[in-house]
C-alpha cells in the first residue's frame, strides 16, 4: 500500500496538530497501522497503532491522553490527532502499514510513508 502523510508544520508548546496519512494500492482496512516519529539524531520509534477494524489503539507512555489514533476506512486515511504538543514531540512522524489486522511493530511494518516534519517550539 501507497502511503502518503501530511499535516505536519511549526506550532508552539500547548498547541494542537493533526496529522493524515492517504493510503491507496491495496485495501487499506487489512492492516493495522502506526504512527512512527524519528527526531533528530535519534533511532525511529513506535508512536502509536491501530488494529485494522478501528477498535483498538496503543500509545507510547509520553503521548497517551494526548494523542490519539484514529482512522477512516470509508476514506482509505489514517489520523493523528495532537494535543498539548511538547518540544519533545519534534519529530519527523511516519505513519506505516503493518503485515498483520491487529497491530504494529517496527519489525512487521511493510509499508512506510513518506514523513511529515513536526516542530514544537517552547
Known amino acids: 500500500v501507497q502511503l502518503q502523510a501530511f499535516g505536519g508544520g511549526l506550532v508552539h508548546a500547548g498547541d494542537s496538530l493533526r496529522l493524515s496519512c492517504a493510503a491507496s494500492?491495496?485495501?487499506?482496512?487489512?492492516?493495522?497501522m502506526g504512527w512512527f516519529r524519528q527526531a533528530p539524531g535519534q533511532e525511529r520509534v513506535f508512536v502509536a497503532a491501530i488494529n485494522s477494524a478501528g477498535t483498538e489503539a496503543y500509545y507510547i507512555d509520553s503521548v497517551k491522553g494526548r494523542f490519539t489514533i484514529s482512522r477512516d476506512n470509508t476514506k482509505n486515511t489514517l489520523y493523528l490527532q495532537m494535543n498539548s504538543l511538547k518540544p519533545e514531540d519534534t519529530a519527523v512522524y511516519y505513519c506505516a502499514a503493518d503485515r498483520s489486522r491487529t497491530f504494529v511493530t517496527t519489525h512487521t511494518v511493510r509499508d512506510w510513508g513518506q514523513g511529515t516534519l513536526v516542530t514544537v517550539s517552547s
Open positions: 494500492g491495496r485495501t487499506f482496512s487489512n492492516y493495522a
